[in-house]
């Protein structure tokens, strides 16, 4: 089956670094999105990896390791409002994203 | 750019009626549309995906006759909600998948459904 965990929960320092892991196994695969969700907002688009590497935006940078089926996100210079939930989502074969839980940030003065 | 809103974006309706919820892609063209929903806490399940045109492709366990999805241009997609109950309280998501560039979806601002 396909499946993508992720911690449920991290909690960091602000000002601090975060990394949010993510480990995939999916049926095929054409990228991985990070995506960060307030609560009761909507997703919005932080970064997309298909090849291995890291992708460095801003304070944000997301990895992508396809043999390992290993990504994650590294979150710089913690700000209060970087509190929310980071979802992590695998494109398959068949061009649908499969999502994870979800990790739950918690950022404290 | 890339915007997707949603209407309305919180809803309360009595068991038995039926609710509907517009996704509009604002400045571009969707090849394709999908319907979210989100439980408190949870992550997002897709319901169904829509190609302008065509049927609805529903995910398993889904009622195709419950929640009922036409997608009459590359920019409208509506969700109906039919014979609401209050199981299906929720927070339901569209997204959209831009005609040309990379597959990446943007999402609507939600609509939070309450059957009472």
């Known amino acids: 089956g396909q499946n993508i965990d992720q911690p449920t929960e991290m909690t960091a320092t602000e000002g601090a670094i975060v990394q949010i892991n993510c480990t995939y196994q999916t049926s095929g695969f054409n990228g991985l999105f990070w995506y960060q969700q307030h609560a009761g907002e909507a997703p919005t688009f932080l970064s997309y990896n298909v090849l291995d590497g890291l992708e460095e935006k801003g304070r944000f940078s997301s990895f992508l390791s396809r043999s390992k089926g290993y990504s994650y996100l590294l979150l710089k210079e913690l700000q209060m409002k970087d509190s929310a939930s980071y979802l992590c989502?695998?494109?398959?074969?068949?061009?649908?994203?499969?999502w994870g839980a979800g990790t739950k940030l918690i950022i404290k003065p | 750019g890339a915007v997707v809103s949603q209407h309305p974006s919180r809803v309360i309706c009595k068991s038995g009626t039926s609710v509907k919820i517009e996704c509009r892609s604002l400045?571009?063209?969707?090849?394709?549309m999908f319907w979210y929903r989100q439980f408190p806490k949870k992550s997002l399940m897709l319901m169904a995906t829509s190609n302008e045109g065509s049927k609805a492709t529903y995910e398993q366990g889904v009622e195709k006759d419950k929640f009922l999805i036409n997608h009459a241009s590359l920019t409208l997609s509506t969700l109906t909600v039919t014979s609401a109950h209050p199981e299906d309280s929720s927070f339901y998501i569209c997204?959209?998948?831009?005609?040309?560039?990379?597959?990446?979806?943007?999402f609507g601002p939600g609509t939070r459904l309450t059957v009472t």
């Open positions: 400045d571009f063209q969707a090849t394709t």
């Open positions: 989502a695998v494109m398959d074969s068949n061009y649908q994203l499969i």
């Open positions: 997204s959209a998948r831009m005609l040309e560039g990379s597959y990446e979806q943007y």
